[in-house]
């Protein structure tokens, strides 16, 4: 205990020095901080850095709280001091551009807070026998890994997911969260109950649709301006036992993306006559077709596009999932049959995988550890990732997939479409102005440090890349809104922003009018003195 208070102090006076924070340490100590605050070298280090590995910046101290109260006391600090300190919630820090950073305050390690006796663990609530009560509560900073075991507990399970599991719930939150269910469940961020927020004037409270709505849309997809979210109340259904995984390839674009917006109209029909997952990716090279998203295709059954007379070097991979369980067994082969006999693949092309619920949400981690074990996660991450409208997705694929990329893409490229009446406008979120827009995501690695990695693979190679994809769009006067959206002018975020940007200012106004929260977005600028507010 006496330690903790000396290192607390230690810290504090950190702030005072750097900051001219104005209150005295025994003041902060005050506080009750039930949390650690702390200078610990491997927390600064953590803190610093975030998956893209390409931007670092030290905060002043990182903080693990205890509890939505010390999340209160601390921003509150921020708030009400009169030169004022950034505040940073991090979730498990797997944004690109330093989102979650802070060279100017504290980083609150949201999923590394201190749990006291299991206070702070998801609760599962189904007390009554309808749907809608079926729910679980669970702090921001929670993996959704870890949501999902809660849940299963109890045999239930989320709808909306990401791809990977270990990001957490406050993370995805503020951006959108979407995998192959958003076709029918909408994005993440469309199924949320109810959330306790800590706003930037370090006010806890509870909104939900019908209380302190304003504050409910704005948080969602808010990229943490507006508030930290400290508990979510996620909607759960019955979770199923297996999944079917079906893959089949294409070379012909249209016909790949006719078959997509197909199936993804299906999402007002009974289960039994729509997949549950909807994805697909890009293959512009042999390299790519046994990546980690794709090391589904079995070694011992190599798949090489030179066999599938790929049309200008591309194939096209759809994939799809049907979720069964003892109650529809029997009747899945057919189920599956009677949709895909209504596509148009390339008719020897169809792989299938039949696997437990759980694995299927958690397939990226698997081969996560596999890159890790081979010096291959721990790498410069320049992605991005695309939202396109559906009209101007076809020169897209002239233009991108058989143009500027060439044949080497350095990591898997993502390609799904959504419908948009699924996300709700209220939202912060910005997605194309059509009814049905693709994600396209560029998930790609810098290896040219690594063995066998070469200067097409180069952090520069791949950063110009992403710019002449933006150039070529902007030329081309294709809409595009980028998803966890990465600018550095306020001319950049109006214009990505464009009609929400007036709403997105007044709401900061309103809900952190010193503009302290999250920072690391390079959205607004705090008003502190000259020498924080500069970046
Ligand atoms: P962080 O990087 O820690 O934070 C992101 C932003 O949110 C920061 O601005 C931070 O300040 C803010 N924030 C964090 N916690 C809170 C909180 N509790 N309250 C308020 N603001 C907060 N995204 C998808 O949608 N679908 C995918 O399939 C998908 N797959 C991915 C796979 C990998 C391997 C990786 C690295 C990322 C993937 N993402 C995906 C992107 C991911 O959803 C975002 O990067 C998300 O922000 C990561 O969550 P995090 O907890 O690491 O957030």
Redesign the pocket.
Known sequence: MATNKLLLTFAICRLIVTVGLTLRPTELLRLGLDGQLSLDPTDMETASL??GMMSRAEPLAVFHPASADDVVRLVGAAYGSVNGFTV?????????NG??QTSHGVVIE??RSVKKLGQLSPLVSMEQEEQAQRYVDVW??ELWIDVLRAALEYGLAPKSW???LY??V???L??????GQAFNHGPQISNVYELDVVTGKGELMTCSEEQNSELFHA?LGG??QF????RARIPLEPAPQRVRWIRALYSNFTAFTKDQEFLISLHGHPNSQKFDYIEGFVIVDDGLINNWRSSFFSPRNPVKITSFNANGGVLYCLEVTKNYDESNANSIDQEIEALLEKLDFIPTSVFTTDLPYVDFLDR?HKN?LKLRSKGLWDVP?PWLNLFVPKSRISDFDKGVFKGILGNNTSGPILIYPMNKDKWDHRSSVVTPDEQVFYLVAFLRSALDTVIGGDENQSLEYLTNQNRQILRFCDDAGIKLKQY?PHYTTEEEWMDHFGDKWAQFYQRKMEFDPRRIL?T??RIFKPSFSTKVASW
């Open positions: 975030d998956f940073s919630a991090k979730g498990h820090g797997h944004s690109i989102q979650a949201m999923s921001g900073g990401t791809d990977y990001l957490s406050g993370g995805t503020s951006n959108a969260g979407i995998s948080v990229l943490g508030g930290i979210i400290t990226v996560e991450h966890l999250a690391g977005q």
